[in-house]
């Protein structure tokens, strides 16, 4: 895809502490939250924690991403199953010592709690009590909570209303954007030459490598990062 020729923006949003809604073009996947994940995880010491109810928080593809094997070891992954199970492992996120967290993730938050065999109105209840608790993570830990939802509709209304940043990520012309509600765009644009961008697994890779560097140049060396790939 042609484009005029500049200097390559490899920038993410940088979260506040807090609820942060983000909402993915389905062509996207899950590959921007894991870059937003794997960015916080750069930006400091702390781990990341990833609840998922929706089967995107896939290993294989955080290893393909991930500019150096080492940043892995601060990923801690849970999968929920039932509306149930998810509600607690997210009671269990807020109620337990959590050592130096960098930021938590909760993928597909409301899809459990959509199925047939959860009453409507206890399913809305759980959702609440859900977002409350990862909502506590952040105020205490003083970190930022990434949440996404399946669908937008009324149900996941009240994702939006706690949250305190609504993001969202589209695929466009010149490559991912995230914007927010004031319509401020991060443009996530790669050149590699002849006017072309790309958007691929590749694209996202020399993106989170260009951020480790930024945030970790005393620790991960180039030699590091050309060997990760």
């Known amino acids: 895809m042609n484009t005029s020729r ?26 921007p939250i894991q870059s937003l994940l794997l960015d916080s995880v750069f930006a400091g010491n702390g781990d990341a924690y990833w609840v998922d109810a929706v089967g995107t928080a896939q290993t294989t593809r955080l290893r393909e991403l991930v500019p150096h094997q080492r940043y892995l070891d601060r990923i801690h992954v849970a999968r929920g199953f039932t509306a149930y199970q998810q509600t607690s492992l997210l009671d269990r996120l807020a109620g337990e010592h959590i050592t130096n967290p960098s930021v938590v993730v909760a ?49 996941t209304q009240p994702v939006v209303n706690a949250a305190k940043t609504h993001l969202q990520c589209r695929n466009t012309q010149f490559g991912p954007r995230f914007t927010d509600a004031a319509g401020d765009i991060d443009a996530l644009v790669y050149h590699i030459g002849n006017g072309w961008v790309q958007t691929t697994l590749a694209y996202w890779q020399e993106v989170l490598a260009h951020r480790a560097q930024m945030h970790d140049a005393q620790t991960v060396s180039e030699e590091e990062i050309s060997q990760a790939f």
């Open 6 to 31: 500049r200097q390559p923006r490899v920038e993410l949003p940088e979260l506040d502490e807090g609820l942060t809604v983000v909402d993915v073009d389905a062509d996207l996947g899950v590959t």
């Open 107 to 155: 993928t597909g938050i409301d899809r459990l709690y959509r199925d047939s065999d959860v009453p409507e109105k206890h399913a809305k209840e759980l959702l609440v009590r859900s977002i409350a608790a990862l909502a506590r993570v952040g105020r205490v830990h003083g970190i930022p909570i990434i949440v996404t939802r399946s669908r937008d509709d009324n149900f």
